[in-house]
């Protein structure tokens, strides 16, 4: 039997968010791998195996993922959101890359999946519609160093910015720099929204200007979307809408 390896993402909590490519490969794999929370997203079946991980040793799970495939089994590997950000797609690729030859010819493929900021984007309008970028708030892999940088200049170069991973159990300083450092860059107005969960029926949205935001707004569940200095808010009964017009004016 030939073996395969998919890397999916599997939306951001939603049942009806997964698509049906990433449906479908679950349904033709013998096993699942991925970090427990994920892994128990997949229903139970027979002839399904599921391998649950801790979240600290990606390269560890990738390399078992892959000698599983080579093995003739059909493996999902499977992350939240997207596998391709943040996720397990990279370190798959990692281990590939540094692994034995034979891994270079498997089937090896990756199913996208919405990741967090988008799914949060829509949830209040457009807050993404013009240029952004993404900064994983974890100094896990990174230096703090080097994310202070990146925010920095992300800041003076007026992107919208989605900050995931903005707070850990273990690691409470991420958001309270993060704001700390928009402040000195940015005006109080400056719309920032809180999503949580999004998606789930945890789901939590706080639409708020820099001068409210604490840093206890956010935890792990959390993606922040900070707004460029264009981002609009347009209240009414609820939820406003926030989004970011698609021209910027010469
Ligand atoms: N691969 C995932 C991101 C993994 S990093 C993706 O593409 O979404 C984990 C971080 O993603 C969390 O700390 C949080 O910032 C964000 N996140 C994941 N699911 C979320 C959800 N349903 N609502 C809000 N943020 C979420």
């Known amino acids: 039997m030939t073996g395969w390896l998919v890397i999916a993402g599997l939306g951001p909590g939603n049942q009806a968010m997964v698509t049906p490519e990433v449906t479908q490969a679950v349904a033709e794999a013998t096993d699942v791998v991925g970090y427990a929370p994920y892994v128990r997203r997949v229903p139970r079946r ?27 089994r059909r493996v999902v590997v499977v ?9 397990m797609a990279a370190a798959i690729f990692e281990a590939v890359h540094l692994g034995p030859d034979s891994w270079r010819t498997l089937d090896i493929r990756v199913l996208s999946g919405i990741t967090a900021m988008l799914a949060a984007a829509a949830r209040v309008g457009a807050p993404l519609g013009h240029d952004f970028c993404a900064i994983n708030l974890s100094d896990n892999l990174k ?20 900050l995931y991973n903005p707070r850990s159990k273990a690691r409470l300083k991420g958001i309270d720099l993060a704001l700390d450092l928009l402040r000195e860059h940015c005006e109080p107005s400056r719309v920032l929204v809180f999503a949580r969960a999004v998606s789930t029926p945890e789901e939590q949205l706080r639409i708020v200007c820099l001068a409210e935001a604490l840093p206890n707004m956010a935890d792990m569940r959390t993606v922040v979307l900070i707004g460029s200095s264009a981002t609009q808010i347009i209240n009414r009964d609820g ?5 970011t017009p698609r021209a910027v004016p010469e």
């Open 46 to 72: 027979r002839g399904l195996r599921r391998h649950e991980t801790s979240n600290h040793e990606e390269i560890a799970r990738a390399q078992h993922a892959l000698r599983m495939a080579e093995n003739g």
């Open 143 to 162: 230096p703090w160093a080097l994310i202070e940088k990146r925010l920095r200049l992300a800041a003076e170069a007026d992107f919208a910015i989605a």
């Open 239 to 243: 939820t406003p809408f926030v989004y």
């Open 79 to 87: 992350s939240s959101g997207d596998p391709g950000v943040f996720a």
